[in-house]
């Protein structure tokens, strides 16, 4: 019996030592595993509460306040009823003399369904002529009333003492390298003596004046760099050739008329044949004839060639254009005064 019980008891000692083995040899105690465990099965809610209270101290708005910023304001849209048709930066005109100037602006608008700008500057430009400066204005500013933003464009350049008319759309046709020509050379006098506002009137009268002539006769455009003719050329008949016409046409509609009737009238005899009623004309039979063929050549002559726009052109019945920065197409010309 004790021996039995020996026994038991040493099996018993061997047995805690072998379940005891793994704990010492990684040298942690059971506490920690039990705990590690329980903490796996149950959240530590101490932590939790500390991660709440660092939420809450997040969330709270900082006593500081976010530096203000200075309002900036919002560019003004460019458009037609937006930009002045005036822009003196030469100060050539007083304010009654501008204010004048843009009713008759107003008027000429309103008589040719184009548009009208004056520019003036007293500052040098080294890099852009005074071609490309009236015709970028034109065209950036979005000046123009029609499809094609017909108009001119009128520059007094007193730094350069140079004036330069610029003329898009439409109005290309209307002011020809002629008319330019004799626009910029008449209003010269205007600007040599200092009237600057009566060379401004004169110059829309002008247009204003050869838009009522119309396009004229044969009027073409063409490329200044190349001389290439870009239109074909215009043909119109003035109001008294049209009246000349109607009134030739009519003489010879009764000439014949009468001469007809002539011929159907009985000669000595009071009876008279009703030839309106009786009259009649049945063609039975009808034959062409080919007989022969005369051609005649004649060369047709060359475009004319123009110096680049800034002389103003003077070749009679067409307009040289040029393409400005936009892209949009120009006559134009001028001259020093």
């Not at 008329?257 to 009808?286: A, F, I, P």
């Amino acid at each position: 019996m004790k021996n039995q019980l020996k026994r038991i008891g040493a099996l018993t000692l061997v047995m805690m030592l072998v379940l005891c083995l793994p704990v010492l040899a990684h040298g942690t105690s059971i506490i920690d595993v039990l705990t590690q465990q329980l903490t796996q099965t149950q959240p530590n809610k101490g932590i939790n509460l500390i991660d709440t209270e660092e939420d809450e101290i997040v969330a709270q708005p900082t006593a500081t306040a976010e530096p203000t910023k200075a309002p900036v304001a919002a560019p003004a849209p460019v458009s037609t009823g937006d930009v002045s048709r005036i822009r003196d930066d030469a100060n050539l005109l007083t304010p009654d003399e501008e204010a004048r100037l843009l009713e008759r602006i107003a008027q000429f608008q309103r008589n040719t369904g184009m548009d009208f700008l004056l520019l003036t500057s007293n500052k040098p430009h080294p890099n852009q002529s005074a071609q490309q400066l009236a015709d970028d204005y034109y065209d950036y500013m979005g000046l123009g009333l029609d499809e094609e933003n017909s108009g001119v464009a009128y520059y007094i350049d007193m730094n350069e003492r140079y004036h330069y008319l610029s003329t898009t759309g439409a109005m290309i046709d209307y002011m020809t390298d002629e008319r330019i020509d004799s626009a910029i050379t008449q209003n010269t006098r205007y600007l040599s003596s200092g009237a600057y506002y009566n060379a401004a009137v004169n110059m829309i009268d002008m247009v204003e004046n050869y838009y009522r002539k119309g396009i004229p006769e044969g009027q073409y455009q063409y490329d200044i760099l190349t001389g290439q003719q870009l239109t074909a050329r215009h043909k119109a008949l003035t109001s008294n050739e049209l009246l000349v016409g109607g009134l030739i046409a009519l003489v010879v509609a009764l000439i014949f008329y009468k001469s007809v009737s002539h011929t159907y009238e009985l000669k000595g005899s009071t009876y008279s044949y009703d030839s309106r009623t009786n009259g009649s004309l049945n063609m039975t039979n009808t034959e062409d004839t080919y007989l022969n063929t005369t051609t005649t050549r004649v060369r047709k002559p060359d475009p004319p060639r123009s110096n680049g726009g800034f002389g103003g052109g003077g070749f009679s019945g067409g307009s040289g254009v040029h393409i400005g920065s936009s892209g949009t197409s120009h006559g134009g010309g001028g001259g020093r005064f």
